[in-house]
């Protein structure tokens, strides 16, 4: 069993920048691929990146290549989201996951672990 704990949101204005942090409690985190996905309100809970259990691949949704980069310390058992050059259209609740297929994987439903969210709110 996997716990996953979400730690750096907060209120930050339009250009700025923030840090999430996700810090696992199980055995077998380095060998789980790990994702960040968002829910803004009314909308679905999407993927915003991934990465596979050796780091050696990454996935970035579109709208936030450039702008955000995912990456992890196994031995911390943490997984990291740098986020710069904030927008509005970033403001959602940021969750981190965990998937036990250890390859890259974009779908939810590959994902069996997840943390309780973290609220990113970018002001215009």
């Known amino acids: 069993q996997e716990q996953l704990v979400e730690s750096g949101g907060g209120l930050v204005q339009s250009g700025g920048s923030l840090t999430l942090s996700c810090v696992a409690s199980?055995?077998?985190?380095?060998?789980?691929?790990l994702g960040w996905f968002r829910q803004a309100p009314g909308k679905e809970r999407d993927i915003v990146a991934a990465?596979?259990?050796?780091?050696?691949?990454?996935y970035y949704v579109d709208s936030v290549k450039g702008r955000f980069a995912i990456s992890r310390d196994n031995a911390q058992k943490t997984v990291y989201l740098q986020m710069a050059n904030l927008k509005p259209e970033d403001t959602a609740v940021y969750y981190c996951?965990?998937?036990?297929?250890?390859?890259?994987?974009?779908?939810?439903?590959?994902?069996?672990?997840w943390g309780q969210g973290t609220q990113v709110t970018v002001s215009a």
């Open positions: 990465i596979n259990w050796s780091a050696d691949r990454r």
């Open positions: 199980g055995r077998s985190f380095g060998s789980y691929a």
């Open positions: 996951a965990a998937s036990s297929l250890a390859v890259l994987t974009t779908a939810k439903d590959d994902y069996d672990y």
